[in-house]
């Protein structure tokens, strides 16, 4: 069964738009114009690289697995040997990954396009993708932008959920190659003697190849031809999965065979010859032999995270083999430099040795977090560097007129880790605490990390490991990856929360506690906290704190769950839930949110001197994100209607809140979409009267901002921070503006 949906829009291109997003590196270091006009993007499910680049093979030797690859592209392009996914090893994360260049870590499910496996789901991507900048930010007819697929995990990859994005902007030409048996369509036992075979005629990814070929096919007079495909083919991780090493090997043949043949086929078209960069990768590996061995994935081991990556066209030298490490977001910033635009939400960088490309003199930032400390702003903030890996500094923010001048950055994570990102920052009685996720060198695991600082944030301690993650092992596969977290004070000591996954227990919210700022986990226990298991979703800001006078706190979480509404379907979304933990054990467990839309970003704030708890969250419930608030005059047991704080027609989200006492008003900073340019904009909200004031622009309306953070200081005076792109450089770099 063929699916194909052709969107046309017509829509005008804000010229401030194109301009912002058009890459200022269009044309290599040297002034040469690129000559790439089209690009064609193909991700072989499962592929894993021991049967691929890292094989044992001669240099004369016939590859066993992917010979015309290694004998026909190889010699013409670019190989990556140490191309690297280091989140979830799975098709949703995976594929989501390849298109926005965005670390996703959601749950490896379907989407909200078809019915099955218990219901109706959306797991789509926070940043855009590369289709969405295309048309939006360059103008390109949604008709020039193909993406083939024929696993219903890549149904997501249509569009993201970002406001400025979305379905407006998703390709124009979408083909999904269903087949009888979602399972394992493609292999028959012909022989009666037990082993299976593949049915050529019912071979999926031959279907989808065979469609690329059929709709790229010359014809005179024909006006317009894609300028970027996108296929993913699957056949080789579902044959892996069937645990037959024969049946998968001739997957990854057949895989072989129809990507050198695409690749003659461009070579030999009229409009593609010549001007066509083809990038063949995968969107994970397969356990390691020493790790469980090719059947499944969906571990941390080398085999699982090493991916399948050559490039061969034009602009990308020839014969070359890369050595070191790189990542899966490398590869859609790629793309975007081969054609003309920027992924300024890209966690990822150009792979330059693939294409020339200027390294930006300074770093960028890639998130931050922001407390109050006296009479400045201290920031935590996630930073990278061309070939330098993300790191974890904090930046002392100084009061100057109404905004904030920053310091030079103090690096407090790890110098061995392989990736440190997604800070927390958090204060007590004499101390601060900062803590993150990252990736040891060494050994590849996710942990937990903090470092204490004493004297006010002027040297932290060295960095200690709170919970460490581990590897999967042949016995069970179990491994355990930590994610991003958030730190509660507490009169004790603190509290680091963090959403934990296990492949043989339900993901869970763990929290860490220590009465002496971690320098030892002697006394550091360890607790699930939401009572129940959870789902990540693909934003990383997914659980927030508030604390209460009596030393207990609330917790906010956002999870895939069922919407219990009227609707005869199934339907899974993300929620808000709620939940109170007490000196001993926790409070009921409330639901804050219930609908078919998705909902993200909690943050809440207590205010002592009534008692109320405020929490603020992103829901697209009419198809337009905006910012709205839930209050409770209970510390959490119930909670009042939600109120909508924002109206902005563009859309809202990423609130950030802070309570003023002195007018006793909640301030709520925001990403705001309405204008062509996302800009952060803030309300004041009054609880006694319902008030909601005027949105105020805080941002340079030229320039892209976004991830508001909101501290009020102790002379009452109240500042936002946030993350400003400079275009010209493709980074972004933190501002700050007093507000009261």
């Known amino acids: 069964m063929v699916i194909r949906r052709i969107v046309v829009h017509a829509l005008l291109v804000a010229i401030a738009i194109a301009f912002l997003h058009r890459s200022a590196i ?3 270091p040297k002034g040469r114009p690129r000559i790439t006009e089209h690009v064609v993007l193909l991700s072989i499910d499962g592929i894993r690289n021991e049967e691929g680049f890292r094989a044992n093979v001669g240099d004369t030797a016939v590859h066993p697995y992917i010979p015309r690859i290694w004998s026909e592209l190889k010699p013409e392009g670019t190989v990556y040997t140490k191309m690297m996914l280091l989140e979830k090893t799975s098709t949703t994360t995976g594929i989501v990954t390849l298109y926005s260049g965005y670390w996703n870590r959601g749950p490896n499910r379907f989407s909200v396009l078809c019915s099955c496996s218990g219901g109706f789901r959306d797991n789509r991507s926070h940043a855009p993708l590369l289709g969405e900048h295309m048309i939006k930010d360059l103008g390109v007819d949604a008709g020039e932008i193909s993406y083939y697929n024929n696993k219903r995990n890549g149904l997501i990859c249509d569009h993201s959920f970002h406001p400025d994005y979305g379905a407006a902007f998703a390709p124009g030409n979408i083909v999904f190659i269903d087949s009888k ?5 493609f292999r028959e036992d012909t022989n009666g003697d037990g082993i299976l075979e593949f049915v050529d005629d ?6 989808v190849m065979d469609r690329i070929e059929q709709d790229l096919a010359f014809e005179e007079g024909r006006i317009s031809y894609p300028k970027l495909v996108m296929a993913h083919i699957g056949v080789v991780d579902l044959a892996g999965h069937v645990g037959q090493f024969s049946l998968y090997a001739e997957a990854i043949r057949n895989a072989d065979e129809r990507v050198a043949d695409l ?3 461009l070579q030999a078209h009229p409009i593609y010859a010549g001007k066509t960069t083809l990038i063949v990768t995968t969107d994970h590996g397969r356990h390691d032999d020493d790790h469980g061995g090719f059947t499944n994935h969906n571990g941390s081991c080398f085999g699982c995270r090493n991916l399948f990556f050559i490039a061969i066209g034009p602009d990308t030298p020839k014969n070359q083999v890369v050595e070191r490490r790189a990542f899966m977001t490398d590869i859609a910033p790629t793309v975007g430099a081969l054609l003309g635009f920027t992924l300024p939400h890209s966690h990822g960088r150009v792979l330059d040795e693939m294409i020339e490309v200027p390294h930006p003199a300074s770093g960028r930032i890639l998130d931050h977090e922001a407390i109050s400390l006296g009479s400045e702003v201290l920031v935590a903030a996630t930073t990278d560097s061309f070939y330098q ?14 905004g904030l001048v920053f310091g030079a950055g103090q690096t407090v994570s790890s110098p061995s880790s392989m990736l440190a990102m997604r800070p927390a920052l958090a204060k007590r009685s004499g101390s601060l605490l900062v803590s993150w996720r990252e990736i040891d060198r060494p050994r590849g695991y996710w942990r937990s990390m903090a470092a204490p600082s004493y004297d006010l ?20 596969f179990g491994f355990r990856m930590v994610e991003a977290p958030v730190i509660q004070p507490t009169p004790a000591g603190y509290d680091i929360l963090f959403p934990m996954k296990s492949s043989v227990a339900p993901d869970h919210i763990v929290t860490t506690s220590s009465t002496n700022e971690f320098q030892s986990l002697t006394n550091a226990s360890i607790a699930v906290r939401t009572g129940s298991g959870i789902s990540f979703t693909s934003e990383f800001d997914m659980v927030r704190t508030a604390g209460f006078p009596d030393g207990t706190y609330g917790i906010a979480w956002v999870q895939l769950d069922r919407s219990f509404n009227d609707d005869p379907m199934e339907v899974f979304s993300y929620e808000v839930f709620y939940r109170r933990a007490l000196t001993s054990g926790f ?4 639901r804050i949110t219930n609908d078919n839309d998705p909902s993200f970003h909690p943050r809440m704030v207590h205010d002592p001197a009534s008692d109320s708890l405020f929490m603020v969250y992103s829901n697209r419930l009419l198809g337009v994100w905006q910012v709205y608030l839930r209050q409770s005059n209970d510390r959490g047991d119930t909670f009042l209607p939600a109120v909508a704080l924002t109206n902005s027609p563009g859309g809202a989200w990423k609130g950030a809140v802070v309570w003023d006492p002195t007018t006793s008003e909640l301030l709520v900073a925001f990403e705001d979409h309405d204008s062509s340019i996302a800009q952060v904009s803030w ?5 006694g009267t319902g008030n909601i004031t005027s949105p105020q622009s805080l941002s340079d309306p030229s320039k892209l901002s976004r991830a508001p953070q909101i501290t009020r200081l102790d002379d009452g005076s109240v500042f936002v921070t946030w993350e400003e792109l400079d275009s010209t450089s493709d980074t972004f770099s933190l501002r700050g503006a007093k507000i009261r």
């Open 683 to 687: 309300v004041a909200y009054d609880p």
């Open 181 to 185: 048996d979602p399972l394992h369509p």
């Open 263 to 265: 690749w003659q086929f």
């Open 587 to 590: 409070g009921p467990r409330v």
């Open 202 to 207: 019912v071979n999926a990814d031959d279907a």
């Open 389 to 402: 890996p993300s790191r974890v500094e904090v930046f002392r923010g100084t009061p100057s007129g109404n």
């Open 457 to 476: 944030g002027g040297s932290f301690s060295a960095p200690r490991t709170v919970i460490q993650g581990r590897r999967e092992v042949e016995s069970n």
């Open 26 to 28: 269009a044309d290599d």
